[in-house]
C-alpha cells in the first residue's frame, strides 16, 4: 500500500510501498463516486506528476486540504492504472440538502459500503466542499438509504449480525467489475481470498460463501452440519426488543470453539425462550447445527435427546452407530451415542439450547425429581450451550438476568402484533394495560390474545382483568408462542419449590398481596406482637431469618432486591412484579385474609414516623405506597376493625405530611364513620376527629364544609364540657 503524502505547497508526491512491518501512520480515506475514467487521477499520473488537469483532481486537492486542516498528513484515494469502461451515468453530488444527500449514488456502489462502515468517523462533503455533516449526524438519512442498522454505524461488532443481514447490505448495489461484487464484501465478513478477475460474478459469490463457512463453522464443517428447524419450538414471528441481551449473548458465545455457556435466569414469562429462539433465528450461520431440548424434567430431556438423533441420523445415517437400536426405546443409548457425536474432533461449531431448566438439581433443592443437567452435557470441553430456568442458582457459564421491558414501545408492539389491531401505539389506553402488565410479555401476549377474539374495548379490559383476574385469565385464549404456559399458571411450579425449600419463604409471598408490589423491607415488618401468627414473629426476629426467606424467592427469580437505595436509614428492600402481586392476590389468596390485611394495615400505621424522628421524609416516602395498598384495603371494607381506627389516624397523618389531603381526608372520615359508630357522635373523640376534618378542609379551601366541622364540633364540647373549657375554646377560635 503507497499512500499520498500532501507537502506545505499543496503538492502530492508517493511514500514507498508500506509493507510487512513498515509503519503506516494515520491517514485520511477519500471515498467518493467516479467521473468517467478519463477524468480519473491514474497511479502513472501520480507517478508522473501529471492528471492536474483532470477533474477528478479537485477531489484529491480537497481531500488533502481537508486532512491538513483535520491534522493529516497521509492519505488514501484509489487510483486506476487501467482504463474502464464508461460508467452509465456521471452521478449525482452529494448536497447539503438532506433529500439531495439520500439520492447521492455513492450509496448504491460496492466498494463504498466498507468505507461507510469501517472508519470510525466519515465526513460528507459538497462537491463545493461544503461539509454536509457525518456518520453521526446523518445517521438516520444513511439507515434509511441504506438499510443497515444504526448499531452497525455506532460501531457495533460486524459479528453480532448474521451473514444473510450483511450480505444484504449489498445486495442492491452496483460495481464496475461484477466480481468486485464478492470482494467489496471481505472485510464486512473478515475474510481472505485470491483476487481472480474473469471468474464472473456467481463463481466470486461462491468462493467468498465458502471462506464465510470456513471461517464460522470450521474448515470440516461439511462432516456435522445439520439443517437448522425450529419446526417443533412456539415462538413469536416478529421478536421485539432485547437487543442488549442479544448481543451479549452472542458476545460470550463467540470463541475458538472451546465451550461457552450462557445461562438465561429470570421471572417465569418474562421472555427467555422467546429470546433463545431469537438468538438461534439470528445467528444460525454461525452453527454447524442447532439443537433444542426441553428440560423441564427428565423424560421431556431424554425425548429431545430422541429428536436430536433423529436429526442427525436424517444427515448421517451411520454416524451414531445406533445399528438394531431403536430411537424411541433405549433412551440411554441414545444420550450416549448423541453426546459423543457431539464430542468428535473438529465438530466445535454446535449449539444446544436447554430450554425451561426449572427443577435444577442444587444443594438447596431437595426434590429427587430434580435433573443435573451437567451428565447431560458432551464430555468434550467444545461447543456452545444456552440454558433458560427461573433459578439464579444456577451458575455453570456467564449468567444474564433477563428483566421486564423497559421501553413501552417494545411493549405495545407485542400488544399490537398479538391483538391484530392497529394504532394501539400511541392509544392512552393501551399504554394504561402496558402499565399494568408492568413489561412483562406473557401478560402483555395474554391481553393481545383475548383482545383478538373477544370485542372488547381497552378499558373493559383493564377493567375486567381488575375486577376478576382470576376468571379472565382461565378464559383466555392460549398461545402458541408460551406453549403450555398461562399467566396464572405459570410460577405455581416456582411457588411449589419454595414451600419445599423454605415455608417461610412461601408464607411471605403470600403475605405480599396484602402490601404494595415494591420495597417490602425488614424493619417495617417488626411490629408483630404476641397475637399475630407464629410465623410472622419467626420471620421478623431477625435479620439472617428475614434474609434467607427472601433469598430463596430470588433464586426462584419471584423476588428482585430493589433498585432503590438513596437515602436508606433503613435495611434495603425487595420488590415482586406487579403481576406476580396480582397472582398472590387471585391466587395463593382466593379467599381473602381479613387477619393477614389487619396485621398489614398494623405494620404500616405502626411505621409512620413522628416528625422529632430522625430524617423523618425518608420514611415517610419509602412507606407511601404501601399506605396507598392499606388505604384501598380499609375503604373497601377488607381489613379493618373499630379497634384500629389508630392506623386511619397514621394513616391520614401520613398523606398530610406529603401534602396529599384528599387521601387525609379519605382517612379522615373512616375514623369519624368508625369512632361515630363505637364510640358515638357526641364523644370527644369523636369531636377531635371532626374538629381535625375542619381544619384539613380549611388547608383545602374548603370554608364552608369546614365552618360545618367547626360548628358541629363547638357545639359537642360546649355540651360534653362546657363552655368556658380550654378545649372547647381553643375550636371556638377557629
Same mark, same amino acid.
Given at each position: 500500500?503507497?499512500?499520498?503524502?500532501?507537502?506545505?505547497?499543496?503538492?502530492?508526491?508517493l511514500?514507498?510501498?508500506?509493507?510487512?512491518?513498515?509503519?503506516?501512520?494515520?491517514y485520511a480515506i477519500?471515498?467518493?463516486?467516479?467521473?468517467?475514467?478519463?477524468?480519473?487521477?491514474?497511479?502513472?499520473?501520480?507517478?508522473? *506528476?501529471?492528471?492536474?488537469?483532470?477533474?477528478?483532481?479537485? &477531489?484529491i486537492?480537497?481531500?488533502g486540504?481537508?486532512? @491538513?486542516?483535520?491534522?493529516l498528513?497521509?492519505?488514501? +484515494?484509489?487510483?486506476?492504472?487501467?482504463p474502464?469502461?464508461r460508467s452509465?451515468?456521471?452521478?449525482?453530488?452529494?448536497?447539503?440538502?438532506?433529500?439531495?444527500?439520500?439520492?447521492?449514488?455513492?450509496?448504491?456502489?460496492?466498494?463504498?459500503l466498507?468505507e461507510?462502515?469501517?472508519?470510525?468517523?466519515?465526513?460528507?462533503?459538497?462537491?463545493? *466542499?461544503?461539509?454536509?455533516?457525518n456518520?453521526?449526524?446523518?445517521?438516520?438519512?444513511i439507515?434509511?438509504?441504506?438499510?443497515?442498522?444504526?448499531? %452497525?454505524l455506532?460501531?457495533?461488532?460486524?459479528?453480532? #449480525?448474521?451473514?444473510?443481514?450483511?450480505? !444484504?447490505?449489498?445486495?442492491?448495489?452496483?460495481t464496475?467489475?461484477?466480481?468486485? &461484487?464478492?470482494?467489496?464484501?471481505?472485510?464486512?465478513?473478515? %475474510? $481472505?481470498?485470491? %483476487?481472480?478477475?474473469?471468474?464472473?460474478?456467481?463463481?466470486?459469490?461462491?468462493?467468498?460463501?465458502?471462506?464465510?463457512?470456513?471461517?464460522?463453522?470450521?474448515?470440516?464443517?461439511?462432516? #456435522?452440519?445439520?439443517?437448522f428447524?425450529? $419446526?417443533?419450538?412456539?415462538? +413469536?414471528?416478529?421478536?421485539?426488543?432485547?437487543e442488549?441481551?442479544?448481543?451479549?449473548?452472542?458476545?460470550?458465545?463467540?470463541?475458538?470453539?472451546?465451550?461457552r455457556?450462557?445461562?438465561?435466569?429470570?421471572?417465569?414469562?418474562?421472555?427467555?425462550?422467546?429470546?433463545?429462539?431469537?438468538?438461534?433465528?439470528?445467528?444460525k450461520?454461525?452453527?454447524?447445527a442447532?439443537?433444542?431440548?426441553?428440560?423441564?424434567?427428565?423424560?421431556?430431556?431424554?425425548?429431545? #435427546?430422541a429428536?436430536?438423533?433423529?436429526?442427525?441420523?436424517r444427515e448421517?445415517?451411520?454416524?451414531?452407530?445406533?445399528?438394531?437400536?431403536?430411537?424411541?426405546? !433405549?433412551?440411554n443409548?441414545?444420550?450416549?451415542?448423541?453426546?459423543a457425536?457431539l464430542?468428535?474432533?473438529?465438530n466445535?461449531?454446535?449449539?444446544?439450547?436447554f430450554?425451561?431448566?426449572?427443577?435444577?438439581?442444587?444443594p438447596?433443592?431437595?426434590?429427587?425429581?430434580?435433573?443435573?443437567?451437567?451428565?447431560?452435557?458432551?464430555?468434550?470441553?467444545? *461447543?456452545?450451550?444456552?440454558?433458560?430456568?427461573?433459578?439464579?442458582?444456577?451458575?455453570?457459564?456467564?449468567?444474564?438476568?433477563?428483566?421486564?421491558?423497559?421501553?413501552?414501545?417494545?411493549?405495545?408492539e407485542i400488544?399490537?402484533?398479538?391483538?391484530?389491531?392497529?394504532?394501539?401505539?400511541?392509544?392512552?389506553?393501551?399504554?394504561?394495560?402496558? &402499565?399494568?402488565?408492568? *413489561?412483562?410479555?406473557?401478560?402483555i401476549?395474554?391481553?393481545?390474545?383475548?383482545?383478538?377474539?373477544?370485542?372488547?374495548?381497552?378499558?373493559?379490559?383493564?377493567?375486567?382483568?381488575?375486577?376478576s383476574?382470576?376468571?379472565?385469565?382461565?378464559?383466555?385464549?392460549?398461545?402458541?408462542?408460551?406453549?403450555?404456559?398461562?399467566l396464572y399458571s405459570?410460577?405455581q411450579?416456582?411457588?411449589?419449590h419454595?414451600?419445599?425449600?423454605?415455608?417461610?419463604?412461601?408464607?411471605l409471598?403470600?403475605?405480599?398481596?396484602?402490601?404494595?408490589n415494591?420495597d417490602?423491607?425488614?424493619?417495617?415488618?417488626?411490629?408483630?406482637d404476641?397475637?399475630?401468627?407464629?410465623?410472622?414473629?419467626?420471620?421478623t426476629?431477625?435479620?439472617?431469618?428475614?434474609?434467607?426467606?427472601?433469598?430463596?424467592?430470588?433464586?426462584?427469580?419471584?423476588?428482585?432486591?430493589?433498585?432503590f437505595?438513596?437515602?436508606?436509614?433503613?435495611?434495603?428492600?425487595?420488590?415482586?412484579?406487579?403481576?406476580?402481586?396480582?397472582?398472590t392476590?387471585?391466587v395463593?389468596?382466593?379467599?381473602?385474609?381479613?387477619?393477614?390485611?389487619?396485621?398489614?394495615v398494623?405494620?404500616?400505621?405502626?411505621? %409512620?414516623p413522628?416528625?422529632?424522628?430522625?430524617?423523618?421524609?425518608?420514611t415517610q @416516602?419509602?412507606?407511601l405506597?404501601h399506605?396507598?395498598?392499606?388505604?384501598?384495603?380499609?375503604?373497601n371494607?377488607? $381489613?379493618?376493625?373499630?379497634?384500629m381506627?389508630?392506623?386511619?389516624?397514621?394513616?391520614?397523618?401520613?398523606?398530610?405530611?406529603?401534602?396529599?389531603?384528599?387521601?387525609?381526608?379519605?382517612?379522615?372520615?373512616?375514623?369519624l364513620?368508625?369512632?361515630?359508630?363505637?364510640?358515638?357522635?357526641?364523644?370527644?373523640?369523636?369531636?377531635?376527629t371532626?374538629?381535625?376534618?375542619?381544619?384539613?378542609?380549611?388547608d383545602?379551601?374548603?370554608?364552608?364544609?369546614?365552618?360545618?366541622?367547626?360548628?358541629?364540633a363547638?357545639?359537642?364540647?360546649?355540651k360534653?364540657?362546657?363552655?368556658d373549657?380550654?378545649?372547647?375554646?381553643?375550636?371556638?377560635?377557629?
Open positions: 500500500m503507497r499512500l499520498l503524502v500532501r507537502n506545505e505547497t499543496g503538492e502530492f508526491s511514500t514507498k510501498d508500506l509493507v510487512g512491518d513498515d509503519s503506516i501512520p494515520p477519500l471515498s467518493h463516486r467516479w467521473l468517467v475514467d478519463t477524468e480519473e487521477p491514474t497511479f502513472n499520473d501520480l507517478t508522473n *506528476g501529471t492528471g492536474e488537469e483532470k477533474l477528478g483532481y479537485e &477531489k486537492r480537497f481531500c486540504e481537508q486532512a @491538513r486542516q483535520d491534522g498528513q497521509y492519505l488514501w +484515494v484509489y487510483l486506476p492504472d487501467v474502464r469502461p452509465d451515468s456521471a452521478g449525482n453530488s452529494n448536497k447539503a440538502r438532506a433529500s439531495t444527500f439520500r439520492k447521492s449514488e455513492w450509496f448504491t456502489r460496492g466498494w463504498t466498507q461507510l462502515i469501517a472508519p470510525a468517523s466519515v465526513d460528507f462533503f459538497s462537491k463545493e *466542499g461544503e461539509l454536509v455533516g456518520n453521526a449526524s446523518l445517521e438516520r438519512h439507515c434509511g438509504r441504506t438499510g443497515i442498522p444504526v448499531n %452497525v455506532r460501531r457495533s461488532p460486524l459479528s453480532d #449480525f448474521s451473514v444473510a443481514e450483511r450480505m !444484504s447490505w449489498a445486495a442492491s448495489r452496483k464496475y467489475r461484477q466480481e468486485d &461484487k464478492a470482494y467489496s464484501m471481505l472485510g464486512i465478513f473478515n %475474510v $481472505s481470498m485470491p %483476487v481472480i478477475y474473469g471468474e464472473g460474478e456467481e463463481k466470486a459469490l461462491e468462493r467468498l460463501r465458502e471462506e464465510i463457512d470456513k471461517r464460522s463453522k470450521g474448515s470440516k464443517r461439511e462432516d #456435522f452440519s445439520v439443517v428447524s425450529l $419446526s417443533d419450538i412456539s415462538h +413469536v414471528e416478529r421478536f421485539v426488543a432485547r442488549t441481551e442479544l448481543v451479549e449473548m452472542h458476545r460470550e458465545l463467540s470463541g475458538d470453539g472451546s465451550r455457556t450462557v445461562i438465561l435466569h429470570g421471572l417465569g414469562g418474562i421472555g427467555k425462550t422467546q429470546l433463545s429462539v431469537a438468538y438461534a433465528r439470528r445467528h450461520d454461525s452453527y454447524s442447532i439443537f433444542w431440548l426441553n428440560i423441564k424434567d427428565e423424560n421431556s430431556l431424554k425425548q429431545s #435427546f429428536k436430536v438423533a433423529r436429526q442427525i441420523l448421517y445415517p451411520s454416524a451414531l452407530r445406533l445399528d438394531n437400536v431403536d430411537v424411541n426405546e !433405549s433412551l443409548k441414545v444420550i450416549d451415542a448423541v453426546k457425536w464430542s468428535r474432533p473438529n466445535t461449531r454446535w449449539l444446544m439450547i430450554d425451561n431448566y426449572d427443577n435444577p438439581k442444587l438447596s433443592n431437595s426434590d429427587s425429581a430434580a435433573v443435573n443437567i451437567r451428565n447431560f452435557f458432551p464430555e468434550a470441553y467444545q *461447543g456452545s450451550i444456552i440454558i433458560t430456568t427461573w433459578s439464579s442458582e444456577v451458575r455453570i457459564g456467564h449468567c444474564i438476568q433477563i428483566r421486564k421491558l423497559g421501553n413501552v414501545h417494545d411493549s405495545l400488544l399490537s402484533d398479538v391483538s391484530r389491531r392497529e394504532g394501539l401505539r400511541s392509544d392512552p389506553d393501551a399504554i394504561m394495560i402496558d &402499565k399494568e402488565m408492568d *413489561g412483562l410479555p406473557l401478560a401476549a395474554t391481553a393481545g390474545a383475548y383482545l383478538d377474539q373477544v370485542a372488547v374495548s381497552l378499558p373493559d379490559y383493564l377493567r375486567l382483568y381488575k375486577q383476574w382470576m376468571r379472565l385469565q382461565a378464559s383466555s385464549p392460549e398461545l402458541d408462542s408460551y406453549e403450555d404456559r398461562t405459570t410460577w411450579i416456582s411457588f411449589d419454595v414451600k419445599q425449600q423454605n415455608e417461610l419463604s412461601a408464607e409471598l403470600r403475605f405480599w398481596a396484602y402490601f404494595d415494591q417490602l423491607w425488614l424493619e417495617l415488618l417488626q411490629h408483630s404476641s397475637n399475630d401468627p407464629d410465623w410472622i414473629r419467626e420471620l426476629k431477625d435479620e439472617v431469618s428475614f434474609h434467607q426467606a427472601v433469598r430463596v424467592l430470588c433464586s426462584h427469580g419471584l423476588v428482585e432486591v430493589d433498585t437505595s438513596q437515602g436508606l436509614i433503613e435495611s434495603r428492600g425487595y420488590s415482586i412484579h406487579g403481576c406476580v402481586r396480582s397472582w392476590v387471585h395463593l389468596n382466593q379467599e381473602w385474609d381479613h387477619d393477614l390485611a389487619r396485621i398489614a398494623k405494620f404500616v400505621g405502626s411505621h %409512620v413522628e416528625e422529632q424522628a430522625v430524617q423523618p421524609w425518608s @416516602r419509602r412507606i405506597q399506605a396507598g395498598r392499606c388505604s384501598q384495603m380499609i375503604l371494607g377488607l $381489613s379493618i376493625d373499630d379497634g381506627l389508630w392506623a386511619c389516624h397514621e394513616l391520614e397523618r401520613l398523606y398530610y405530611s406529603q401534602g396529599k389531603l384528599v387521601k387525609a381526608e379519605q382517612m379522615y372520615r373512616r375514623a364513620q368508625g369512632k361515630e359508630k363505637a364510640w358515638g357522635a357526641e364523644h370527644t373523640s369523636t369531636l377531635d371532626v374538629n381535625n376534618l375542619g381544619l384539613l378542609y380549611a383545602q379551601g374548603k370554608l364552608v364544609e369546614a365552618e360545618q366541622m367547626y360548628r358541629r363547638l357545639q359537642g364540647y360546649e360534653a364540657r362546657s363552655p373549657h380550654p378545649t372547647t375554646q381553643l375550636i371556638g377560635r377557629n
